[in-house]
Structure formats: structure tokens, C-alpha cells
């Protein structure tokens, strides 16, 4: 998909914007998960979440274009909205972000402070990723999906950070939605030579990327219900599932409630603020610990976009019930 020359030049338009993330090594989770744990805080970017990386690099690119659009619009729950509003601003680009009605009001809010236009449309993603296709033609807009080249090459540049500067990793755990952040990661590895596995993490409520890959073949499904937002996927692209079916070793699959878990360990520990789909790694090396004991492990924390109401329900409801 990419060459390491170009991951390399989009790393070093990324850091013009923003320095690269932490990974750090919490002595408290790796005695909770019996692991060498080291945590990749994409939850420490301009936008609180890794997308961004993927905005900064698209948007450098069509700047640079000679076909350079008017506009950008697209869909979203919300990490992908912020990333393009965030670099739309900063490259003087018009954005539109279609979201729908159950989005989180945080996201909205944040969404229409990096300076775009935000429509509410529709009772989930997929009504939403319709509606910005009707209003593409109407404002004469580039549309933008999830996953592109330009969009995963920008987001690779968090796996480049953690694969040169924690040496020796046996596993990494990375979340699973539309693909760009697995994908990048797999691309990355192999570009590098390393032997490090990378192992994707779904939620029980949209397992679509679990049965596919168990199953070598896409496999739809009917809806996407869990509190992870962000993997929150019913059907893979194609591009996307080739390469991790080629590049991953395994896709786990965990509960809403492991997610939680994992989410009130990284407040507890570490007393930073994971979104589900940023705690569901942490949540899959919960699932694999027995044998995971000893390893030398990364998760990313892909995101820390979950406002304090529902936050608190979540793991108040949690801790209530034991």
C-alpha cells in the first residue's frame, strides 16, 4: 500500500503539527495483566484520538494538489469528523461532517469547534454515511470515507513511533473498525521486518471483522451495538479485510463489560480517560492473559473522546453489580 520512504515523509509532515505520542510502561497494568505492557497514548494528540495523524497527512497531500477540492465532507461517530475538521481548518478547507442523532454531544460539540459544518442525519452510521453522498452533490464537495491510502499511510505514523522506539515486542493488540489503524500497524511491521503479531480486538456487539476473518471471507452483519464507538463496524471494506487477513494473526473478541473494565484499569493505573474503542485493546490482552504471561506487549489506546456522563454510568453500573 505504501513504501517506507513515503511512511517516512509522512511522519515528518505529521510532526510539523504535532509531536510524536508517548508509549509508556505502567508498572501497575503489567502487574494486573502479568505482562511487559507498554501503552501507545493516541489518546495524547490534538483531537484526543489517532485519526488525526490520517487528516494531517490527506490534507497536506490535496493541498498540494493540483485538483484541489473546494471541500471535504464525510460521516462519522466521531474521532474521524474531529481528525478532518482539525486539518481542514489548518489547511484553510471547508469540511462538512454528517453524524447521527445518537452521536455523542461531546464529539458534536467538538467537531463544530475545529471549524466545520456539522449535520445531524439519521438513526446511525449508515444513514448518516448516506446522507453525506446526497449533500456531496448539493455543496459540489470531495468525499471522504474512513479508510483510504492517504488516510492510512498518516495514521501508520503511530505504529512507525512505537515499532523504533519499543524494541523486542512479541504482540500488539490494536482495535478494529473501518481498518485504518490495524492496517497501518500490519503495513508498518512488515515494511520494517519485524516478526511482532498483531492481533485485532472487536467487540462482541459488531463482530463482523471476527467472523470474516475466521471465516476468510467477508461476512456482513445486520447491525453494530456496543459502547466502543469507534469499532462500532457492521461490514468490512475489501481492501481493508485483505490485508488483515493477510497480516494479523488473530482478531479476539470481547464484551461491552470487558471493555469497562478496561476502561476503570487505565483511570485506575494510569488516571488517563479511554473511549471504549481506545480501552478495548487493553480489554482483548485482559481476555488472552493466561497466555500472554511474560510477553513483551504493546496496546494502543487509540482515543479518550467518551464524555464524563457516560463514563461514569458505565463504570459506576459496573462496580455496582459485583
Not at 515528518?12 to 503539527?17: G, L, T
Not at 483531537?47 to 484541489?68: C, D, H, M, Q
Not at 474521524?80 to 481542514?88: A, F, M
Amino acid at each position: 500500500m505504501f513504501s517506507l520512504n513515503e511512511l517516512e515523509d509522512a511522519a515528518d509532515i505529521v510532526h510539523s503539527i504535532m509531536p510524536a505520542t508517548p508509549a509508556y510502561r505502567w508498572p501497575q497494568l503489567c502487574n494486573s495483566t502479568g505482562t511487559d505492557l507498554w501503552v501507545k497514548h493516541e489518546n495524547h494528540t490534538p483531537t484526543t484520538a489517532f485519526k488525526v495523524r490520517g487528516g494531517i497527512y490527506l490534507l497536506n497531500k490535496l493541498s498540494e494538489s493540483a485538483n484541489k477540492p473546494k471541500g471535504l465532507i464525510s460521516a462519522t461517530r466521531g474521532n474521524h469528523g474531529q481528525s478532518l475538521s482539525y486539518s481542514g481548518y489548518r489547511a484553510g478547507m471547508p469540511v462538512v461532517i454528517v453524524v447521527p442523532e445518537c452521536n455523542s454531544a461531546d464529539q458534536n460539540r467538538a467537531i463544530e469547534a475545529f471549524g466545520a459544518k456539522l449535520v445531524i442525519h439519521g438513526k446511525d452510521f449508515e444513514a448518516a454515511r448516506k446522507h453525506s453522498l446526497v449533500l456531496q452533490h448539493e455543496y459540489g464537495y470531495m468525499p471522504i470515507p474512513p479508510f483510504c491510502r492517504d488516510l492510512v499511510i498518516g495514521v501508520a505514523t503511530y505504529a512507525l513511533e512505537l515499532l523504533t522506539s519499543v524494541h523486542d515486542l512479541d504482540t500488539v493488540y490494536v482495535p478494529v473498525g473501518m481498518g485504518s489503524g490495524i492496517c497501518g500497524l500490519i503495513q508498518t511491521r512488515d515494511l520494517l521486518g519485524l516478526t511482532t503479531k498483531i492481533v485485532g480486538v472487536v467487540s462482541a456487539g459488531a463482530p463482523t471483522f471476527y467472523q470474516s476473518f475466521k471465516a476468510g471471507k467477508i461476512i456482513p452483519t445486520d447491525d453494530a451495538n456496543t459502547i466502543a464507538d469507534g469499532v462500532a463496524t457492521s461490514s468490512p471494506t475489501k481492501d481493508a479485510f485483505e490485508i488483515i487477513n493477510n497480516g494479523a494473526d488473530r482478531i479476539v473478541m470481547v464484551t461491552d463489560d470487558e471493555i469497562i473494565e478496561a476502561m476503570y484499569q487505565y483511570f485506575k493505573f494510569t488516571h488517563n480517560l479511554a473511549e471504549g474503542a481506545g480501552a478495548i485493546t487493553l480489554a482483548g490482552l485482559n481476555h488472552e492473559k493466561q497466555q500472554m504471561f511474560g510477553k513483551k506487549v504493546a496496546v494502543i489506546l487509540t482515543g479518550g473522546n467518551i464524555d464524563y456522563d457516560r463514563f461514569t454510568q458505565y463504570v459506576a453500573n459496573k462496580f455496582e453489580a459485583r
